[in-house]
């Protein structure tokens, strides 16, 4: 089954303690891409990938980074988490033109 | 980044209402896409238009592209309790330095009461 999986699927964590989101395709998709949604604000990108070792930033990119060293996976790293960093967050994944296929979210807390 | 501004931010309708809603750019976009968010998913895609003008249907759902390519357009008719979700619209530009990237308005949140 063509997925976009995501772990974990709910994270409680602490101020300044590093974490790593996992996102994984099995579409071969070129493009991968993580968005945080927020109330009131819709979806908005936090960094994308067009290909392997390729990798920019979105509109909200401060305190976050990731890396593409393989197609298939697209972590993204947090390194010191802060409470303004709790959010949803949706990995997707799509190939050039063609319709992003979303994750099923990572609800993060940051206490 | 782009800003699309989605309206309404809400609605709350009975059941067999008709629901509209509209997405509007400061921007050219050469694709608009429609998402559906059900509660605890990730969006899923409605609705993908590529043409100025373009009207196309999917079941009780049907979308068009403005013709300035500024703005687009969901129409749910005789709504029922699973059309509840957020919606959500989204711009591609497909040129410059925007190439790729997809730009998404702040939702519409669907209630429907049976």
């Known amino acids: 089954e063509a997925q976009v999986t995501q772990n974990p699927r709910y994270l409680i964590t602490v101020t300044g303690k590093k974490l790593t989101v996992t996102c994984s395709q099995n579409?071969?998709?070129?493009?991968m891409s993580w968005y945080r949604q927020d109330p009131g604000l819709g979806l908005r990108q936090i960094y994308y990938s067009m290909n392997v070792e390729v990798t920019d930033k979105g509109d909200v990119p401060e305190g976050y980074k990731v890396s593409r060293k393989e197609k298939r996976n697209f972590p993204l790293i947090l390194e010191s988490p802060s409470p303004n960093q709790t959010s949803l967050y949706f990995c997707?994944?799509?190939?050039?033109?063609?319709?992003?296929?979303f994750g099923s979210g990572t609800q993060l807390s940051v206490l | 980044g782009q800003q699309l501004n989605q309206s309404p931010q809400s609605m709350f309708i009975q059941e067999g209402e008709d629901v509209s809603m509209n997405c509007t750019s400061s921007?050219?976009?050469?694709?608009w896409l429609w998402y559906k968010q059900d509660p605890g998913e990730g969006p899923v895609l409605l609705i993908a238009l590529y043409k100025a003008g373009e009207l196309t249907s999917n079941g009780r759902l049907t979308a068009q592209f403005g013709i300035t390519r500024k703005d687009s357009f969901l129409n749910i008719s005789a709504s029922i309790p699973s059309d509840v979700g957020i919606y959500f619209c989204a711009g591609r530009a497909d040129r410059g330095s925007t190439l790729g990237r997809l730009y998404f308005g702040r939702g519409t949140q669907l209630t429907v009461w049976p």
């Open positions: 997707a994944s799509r190939h050039p033109g063609e319709k992003l296929f």
């Open positions: 579409m071969n998709h070129e493009y």
């Open positions: 921007s050219i976009f050469n694709t």
